[in-house]
């Protein structure tokens, strides 16, 4: 049976982690090879790098850190952030990625889940979904809308629908982000996790809320993700991995306890 | 040295960045006479069935491939390099390199496991249950997952060929193994420590399953 998947996520700007992160006596480190490796020992199933720098010369940078990041950790790892075109995919795989995460770009232009699937695989296809609870409407039945430009840009676009949509093109895997509890440390969205981990044959990550190893327990089991995001929780050390990691599996979740 | 075999399926890069940290020389190419001078033949690959044994063709190293298992050379099989080496994959119903007796199926699309429907690809991490006794084995905790992306399965004509079985919804053979050959269906070169336990052992195996 598979395990569930815990996956850290890295924020990283101009080449260097937005947040220090305290590892090893609460020194801040702000390389992200550095980080990823940190997460590699502490039995981190993947790693997610989400590069937030607007400036042209972030695809070097960031290419740069893919190929040391696949040279120190030897575990999948996912880049998003403005990629959006099949030969900007191209080079982010070659320098060493496993996936590549579209979000705002796929909102913007579909077709790129459909290229970039027929080019790697869907396997290499990671939506990224940002999504707000709403008033249902006819517009928006679920009740879910899709937001974009890091949630500031509301589409008018129903997230069940978009989801369903994507996995049509071909997304290997949605990592399902709510606005709303992003930030909060108070839990994930576990209705909006359920929903549409129950309405797609691809695996959902969970993202945004987690503060707790509870938090990861309920999305895990009644959200019924695959995978969950975790960020401050970890980066701040109020939790390793490896805690977190114990805490599911004494409590009957299934997760990778070897590595 | 290590040879890779570069059939333009997938990116080969992560075996050759895993044998780098593993000490190892190693060379990825589609030139035959490279791979002739290899002691060793990784026979990688992501992708679809149909495509790759084109490719193969293409090149003529599906010639080449099943020469040096004859050979004796030690070979090691991973995800599409494994399935296409049995005789035929469900896959665009593709007829491949006849290595293996068997075929390659599709996971039933109404699989569960404790009420619960599963997803397909099988993505993530899992068991393996390895025969015991081979080398390319040694050393890896009864308790270590490797990291799986798969819809096809590998099903061994004769279970003597199969040495690691692995639960989603059914048991499927998640490693075969016989003489000079191994070949996974996981990513030993994304699987951690345990991974890197496997490729460290094969490069160092003389291509004998017998301890």
Same mark, same amino acid.
């Given at each position: ?20 992160? =305290? ?13 990823? =490796? ?25 290419? %740069? ?16 952030? @403005? ?66 430009? @890091?949630? =500031? ?32 440390? %108070? ?38 993700? %695959? ?26 979740? =299934? ?5 | 040295? +290590? ?24 060379? +990825?190419?589609?030139?035959?006479? *490279? ?6 033949? +990784?026979?990688? $690959? ?55 007796? $068997? ?35 040694? $050393? ?58 496997? *490729? ?6 003389? $291509?004998?399953?017998?301890?």
């Amino acid at each position: 049976m598979l395990s569930k998947r815990i996956i850290p996520c890295l924020d990283v700007r101009g080449g260097r982690l937005t947040k220090g992160i =305290r590892f090893k006596e609460n020194v801040d480190i702000g390389d992200p090879v550095e980080a990823a =490796r940190e997460y590699y020992e502490q039995g981190a199933d993947e790693i997610v790098f989400y590069d937030i720098t607007a400036s042209s010369e972030r695809r070097t940078i960031m290419l %740069d850190i893919v190929k040391r990041v696949a040279e120190t950790i030897f575990i999948p790892f996912s880049v998003g952030g @403005g990629i959006g075109t099949v030969e900007e995919m191209r080079q982010v795989i070659l320098a060493g990625a496993e996936k590549i995460s579209v979000n705002t770009e796929a909102v913007k232009h579909p077709g790129i889940i459909t290229e970039g699937a027929r080019a790697f695989g869907s396997q290499c296809i990671a939506l990224g979904m940002d999504v707000k609870k709403v008033t249902a409407s006819r517009g928006i039945p679920s009740g879910y809308e899709m937001v974009i430009h @890091g949630g =500031r840009t509301r589409t008018g676009l129903d997230a069940l629908r978009w989801a369903k949509e994507a996995e049509r093109r071909g997304a290997g895997e949605i990592c399902l982000n709510s606005i709303d509890a992003d930030g909060t440390q %108070d839990g994930y969205e576990l209705d909006l996790t359920a929903l549409i981990s129950s309405h797609v044959g691809i695996p959902v990550i969970a993202s945004g809320g987690a503060g707790r190893p509870e938090h990861l327990l309920d999305v895990l089991t009644r959200g019924q993700a %695959d995978a969950a995001l975790i960020a401050s929780m970890v980066h701040y050390r109020t939790y390793t991995i490896a805690q977190i990691k114990r805490f599911l599996h004494d409590r009957g979740v =299934r997760t990778r306890m070897q590595w | 040295m +290590i040879g890779i075999v570069d059939y333009r399926a997938g990116n080969l890069t992560s075996v050759a960045r895993a044998l780098d940290k593993l000490d190892q020389t190693c060379v +990825i190419t589609d030139d035959f006479r *490279l791979l002739d001078n290899a002691s060793h033949i +990784i026979f990688p $690959g992501v992708g679809a069935a149909g495509q790759a044994m084109a490719n193969l063709r293409e090149s003529g190293l599906n010639g080449h491939l099943k020469r040096w298992v004859q050979e004796g050379k030690p070979v090691l099989g991973i995800c599409l390099g494994t399935q296409v080496i049995f005789e035929r994959s469900e896959e665009d119903d593709t007829p491949c390199l006849g290595i293996v007796p $068997g075929e390659v199926k599709r996971f039933p699309a109404d699989l569960r496991e404790g009420g619960q429907r599963l997803k397909i690809p099988h993505m993530g991490w899992n068991g393996v249950s390895f025969r015991e006794h081979h080398p390319v084995f040694a $050393g890896i905790p009864a308790d270590a997952e490797f990291y799986f992306v798969h819809s096809y399965y590998p099903a061994p004509a004769d279970a003597a060929w199969a040495a690691g079985w692995t639960d989603y919804g059914i048991r499927f053979c998640s490693a075969v193994a016989r003489g000079n050959l191994v070949a996974v269906q996981f990513h030993p070169e994304k699987s951690g420590r345990p991974g890197l336990t496997l *490729l460290a052992n094969f490069c160092r195996w003389g $291509g004998c399953d017998a301890q």
